[in-house]
Structures are given as C-alpha cells and as structure tokens.
C-alpha cells in the first residue's frame, strides 16, 4: 500500500496468528532452552505451567545425559501453519525479540538463513521416488568415498559414527542415516534435488549448481524455517500447495508460485476492506501417490525406532499419526525438527544468534521436544486424522533385507510402490549351502 499509507492511513490489520497458540510455543521454547542450559527441569515446568504456559507441561522429560547440563544454547524460534489453507498460525521467530544482547531484533524464522541438517533429506528422497525408484531400494550403509567435482572424495559418517549394512530406503531415511541419504543424492543428481526444493517452497539454494555438492543432502546449503515448514507441507497435504499468488514482481522460474499466509484482511481508517484473503489458491506439486509415500516413511515409528528409541519426542500420544524429520548441522551449530499431522505443520530450530557452536545438542534432543509440546496442544481436542491412502499403490511382499522379491528364505515386510516401480529380481543376499557338520 506504500508508507503514506501504512504509517499514516489508521489501518487495521488483521493477521493469521493464533494469539494464544503464539504464546504458548513461545514460553514452551522458553522453557526447554532453559532446561537445556542447565536449570533444573521440575522447576523450570512448573514456573511455566504457573505462568500460564500449560504447553510446557508437553515438553518431554531430558535425557538422562542432558539433566543439568549447559548446552551452551540461547535461542530458538517456531513456525506453526495449516497446510491446507496455508495460513501461519504461530511464528516465533525468536525467544527474546528485544534483547539486542541476545536475539539482536532479529526474526531466525523468517529471516535467518541456517542448514538445515538432515531435515533436508526428505527432498532428496522423494526426488529419487518421483524418477522410478522405489521405498524397498536398499543402500549399503557402508564406509564409501563418493566422487567429488573437487578431485578430492567425500566420506561421510553417519550420526552414531557406526555402519548399518543394508537398508533399505524406508529405513535408511526414518532412522536418518546418512550414507544412504549420500548415495541417494549421487543417484538422484543435485540439481534436480535443488529443483524439486524449489518447487515445494525452497527460496535460497541459489548460488548456483557449483556451489552445492553431495553434502546438500545433510544440510549442506543455507534456508529459512518458514520455508522448510512450508515446503513440508505440501507432503501433509497431498501433495498439494496452498497459500497467496507470489506478488509477479517477485516470481522466480522454477521457484514456488505460491506463499504462505499471513495476513487475513486489510481495512482503513472508515472500515473500508482494503484487501482480503479468502479463499486459498492452490498448485499441484507431487503426486498424491508420492506424497503418500513420504508421509508413510516420515510417520513410520517402528522403522524410526532402531535410531531414535522407543518413545521418542518425534510421536504423538495415543497413536495419532504424525510424520516429523529431525536435522542436526556439523558441531552442532543447530538443532531442528520438521513436522505434520494433516491439520497442522510446525517447525522448530534451535541454536544460538551468532553462529556458535552448541555442546553436544542434536535435533531429536533440543528441538524435537518443544515441537512435540506445541502439536500436543494444538491438537487438543481435535480428531486423530490419519494420511489418506490414495488410489494408484499396490502392496508387495519384499525381502526384509535386500528389497527384492522374496524367495523361502528370506525375512519379509510389506512395502507400498507406484505400479511399475516394484522389484521384479528375487533376493540374492539370503542363500542356501550345504555344510559339511
């Protein structure tokens, strides 16, 4: 509207944010960057729960390893949206707006450019599905020296500095394991992985193809929280994009079309409706078959239990389904977790202003327990919704370890595939030998 008009013309602004949602994820992140330097927990609840935080009371109960311990983390911010409507309904882009001493007035959600660790990885996953291939691939999580355009080869290691022989797809990307995510990026390629981020609401990885490499598939390349909460929406939603138009003068080729939404309506000083939103738009983006396969990986929690535990702070009480990606960055300069039930999508990172290096505080730690707290409450009352299997994927029987078809030998799982993706070779890692006792 111009600034004339916005400093001076007596509008009324009227915005997506669920007040009471905001500060609820606001004092729940709070409350657990508190107890992650340090301060005794039961008391740092309560104090909250008393002040009117009973989000707070969500936050699940540290780690053995993390009770009384500095951390050396400051700060946090949350991004909550509906997916189906686009609409942002909580953003905390930091815990303490004011204090230049810590947050410096600036707004890490919507602002900040952070890696995004292995939150990343879905994007290249589904890249991989959207060209063929299918969740019962297997990857040889093994040590590998992977071909680099430097001449210089790149050996990644996964999280727990262990290797887990074959995995396949399903489980190689529920337990987040590294190499495979690696190996899945070479087959892939880069560029189409930066394009399908594109396309689901990435707005940066854009300098150039030359400057991304193998390690984008582990957060190797700067985004923002509001983006990645926007991009995973379009998986809790079918497939689908919903927001505003991207003003024309900001259009970008190849980039999202549409934004997420934060403001419901604008009137001026005679109650005049300047500008009002709606009725979302909408812009097909995956495949609701695709789609249904990454909600059905991310919301697997018994593919997730062999690297996150059983319970973990990535599930939802009384079974409700919830699919979530945790993202930790090298010396754990950050903390995330992406998540979404098919109502709600949040997004949390936690980290310090400057870039400084946390002790020891990965995603599933620092960042996953405030999202876990702030979808418990909001989902309060609200029906279990599950993700709707959509027509177009048939069930197959699948080696459990190979991902071929299985013979008499072999453990077994059933997997979901596109028609036309499943295993047609039968499974030559179990074999039969005859023993001479």
Not at 1 to 27: H, K, M, N, S, W
Request: proline share 6%; net charge negative; charged share 20%.
């Amino acid at each position: 509207f111009g600034p004339e008009l916005v400093y001076r013309g007596g509008l009324r602004v009227y915005t997506t944010i669920d007040l009471d949602l905001q500060e609820q994820a606001q004092c729940t992140a709070r409350a657990q960057v508190r107890r992650l330097y340090g301060e005794d927990e039961a008391i740092v609840i309560q104090e909250a729960v008393e002040n009117g935080c009973t989000a707070a009371q969500f936050l699940p109960p540290l780690r053995a390893s993390s009770v009384g311990r500095d951390h050396k983390v400051s700060n946090g911010a949350v991004v909550v949206t509906r997916p189906a409507t686009g609409e942002i309904l909580a953003m905390v882009g930091s815990l303490d707006y004011w204090n230049t001493d810590i947050d410096g007035h600036f707004n890490v959600a919507a602002d900040g450019q952070r890696q995004p660790g292995s939150s990343f990885k879905p994007f290249t996953y589904v890249t991989l599905l959207a060209q063929g291939e299918n969740a019962a691939h297997t990857f040889l999580d093994v040590r590998r020296a992977f071909q680099h355009p430097t001449g210089y080869p790149y050996v990644p290691e996964n999280y727990d500095r262990k290797y887990h022989g074959p995995q396949r797809l399903r489980l190689a990307l529920a337990r987040s394991y590294n190499i495979p995510a690696v190996d899945a990026l070479a087959l892939a390629g880069v560029d189409s992985v930066i394009r399908t981020a594109h396309r689901m609401g990435i707005n940066t990885l854009d300098r150039g193809l030359e400057y991304y490499g193998l390690s984008l598939t582990l957060g190797g390349g700067e985004v923002h929280l509001l983006d990645m909460v926007y991009a995973f929406s379009v998986f809790a939603n079918e497939g689908r994009m919903c927001g505003a138009p991207v003003p024309e003068s900001q259009g970008r080729a190849g980039y999202r079309e549409l934004d997420p939404v934060a403001i419901l309506r604008v009137e001026d000083r005679a109650g005049n409706v300047l500008y009002e939103y709606t009725q979302p738009e909408s812009r097909d983006i995956l495949s609701p078959q695709l789609a249904y396969l990454m909600n059905s990986i991310l919301s697997d929690r018994v593919a997730r239990w062999g690297a996150f535990s059983r319970p973990n702070p990535l599930e939802l009480s009384n079974d409700r389904p919830a699919a979530a990606k945790t993202g930790t960055t090298n010396d754990y300069k950050d903390a995330w977790t992406i998540g979404y039930t098919p109502q709600l999508a949040a997004g949390v990172w936690v980290g310090n202003s400057d870039n400084s290096d946390m002790k020891y505080l990965a995603g599933v730690t620092g960042a996953a327990p405030i999202w876990q707290a702030v979808m418990e409450y909001a989902l309060q009352g609200e029906e279990s919704v599950p993700f709707v299997r959509p027509d177009g994927l048939v069930e197959r029987a699948v080696c459990a370890v190979s991902g071929n078809l299985p013979t008499g030998h072999c453990p077994t799982a059933n997997e979901l595939f596109i028609p036309g993706t499943e295993p047609t070779e039968q499974c030559n890692i179990h074999q039969v030998f005859r023993v001479n006792r």
